[in-house]
């Protein structure tokens, strides 16, 4: 375990904002890991617990308690069983679950961040989420004071939503377990129409496990989606924001205000409908790029809030705010931001 006082936090974070933290421990271990969270939680002290920093937006006065960064590893495969240590880096482990011939998480490749993560976003994209293959995950319960192993049915997954994420103060995940599938090297279903097209297959059919995965690769890289240090269109959280999902009537009302554009919408469960943040976005009239200062949408997607190099948390947070009002004037809907904020608050 190794303890920093007053450490940078950006550094740590794929946007690069925020301040510093009072103290941060970097537990290699589960048993640090526990060991640090009842420490603080004895001294009755505030606690932020990062990953890959990729989901954060943390506020310019930084954190006043402890920032507990999850840096264990462990990548275990017992046929189709995977078992992931939260510290584990989730695009690497996905790319060694396709040179295993193994299908369910494929296309959530390139996606930044810790595979301990992933149950507390549901993280999804192309038309996949992580509810569908996780079978358990191993957490620490502050509540309860012990390890607990929750059963995947048990996490209350829905859209970009779990369990952990409705009571963010009461688990921390130390491991996450999936049940992957051998499809004699292909793919899951291609569900995602922009895949399907562009990997020329019907929705619903597959393609090579390592195909799917390269371009799901190249489809996130040419929205910014994948991390380079070099280009300040990835010093961004992902999508900023998620995708609305409306009842029968706020889609009535949505629709109406349309004036002859057509948005796009997709079932979202009984009396429900899901459209696109980034359509809002963009034809509420932020265009890619937008902002004139040190923090701009992407000049690849308009769903993506990006430090370009100088920018401080409340700039990006101003931009956020400028998009989510401009939206709720141009269409009478509320954007909610993805990331989780630290010290801040749209």
């Known amino acids: 375990m190794i303890e920093q006082m007053d450490a940078p936090l950006a550094p740590l974070t794929t946007l690069r904002l925020g301040g510093p933290a009072r103290r941060l421990v970097t537990a290699g271990t589960d048993a640090e890991v ?6 603080a939680d004895r001294a009755g002290e505030p606690l ?11 506020g310019d006065a ?4 402890t920032v507990l960064r999850i840096a264990t590893t462990g990548f275990t495969l017992d046929g189709t069983l995977l078992e992931l240590a939260a510290g584990e880096v989730w695009s690497d482990a996905v790319a060694r679950t396709v040179d295993a011939g193994l299908a369910g998480i494929e296309f959530l490749a390139g996606i930044p961040g810790s595979a ?3 149950p507390v976003q549901n993280v999804g994209a192309y038309g996949q ?5 996780i079978t358990e995950v191993v957490a620490y319960d502050r509540l309860l004071g012990e390890t607990v192993t ?11 939503h ?3 994420k409705a009571d963010p103060d009461r688990y921390v995940v130390l491991r996450v377990r999936f049940r992957l599938a051998d499809e004699g090297g292909l793919s899951s279903p291609v569900k995602y129409a922009e895949v399907a097209r562009s990997l020329g297959v019907e929705a619903g059919g597959r393609v090579k496990l390592a195909e799917a995965h390269a371009e799901v690769l190249r489809l996130r890289a040419g929205k910014g989606m994948v991390l380079d240090p070099a280009d300040h269109d990835t010093w961004s959280a992902g999508s900023f924001f998620t995708n609305p999902i409306l009842t029968d009537a706020q889609f009535a009302a949505f629709t109406a205000r349309l004036g002859g554009l057509k948005a796009p919408s997709y079932p979202a469960g009984e009396g429900r409908t899901k459209t696109s943040a980034a359509w809002l976005i963009d034809n509420a009239g932020f265009r890619k790029g937008h902002g004139s200062g040190p923090a701009t949408l992407s000049t690849k997607h308009t769903l993506a809030l990006t430090n370009r190099g100088s920018a401080t948390t409340e700039d990006l947070l101003a931009l956020a705010r400028e998009v989510r009002d401009g939206v709720r004037a141009a269409f009478g809907v509320e954007l909610v931001n993805e990331p989780v904020m630290v010290g801040v608050s749209l």
């Open 34 to 39: 526990v060991e640090a969270v009842r420490a």
């Open 150 to 160: 929750l059963a995947g049915a048990d996490c209350g997954f829905s859209y970009r």
């Open 162 to 164: 779990s369990r952990f």
């Open 129 to 133: 989420e992580v509810a569908e293959t």
């Open 48 to 58: 932020l617990v990062i990953g890959g920093g990729s989901n954060l937006v943390i």
């Open 116 to 118: 301990g993560a992933t």
């Open 62 to 65: 930084g954190f006043p308690g």
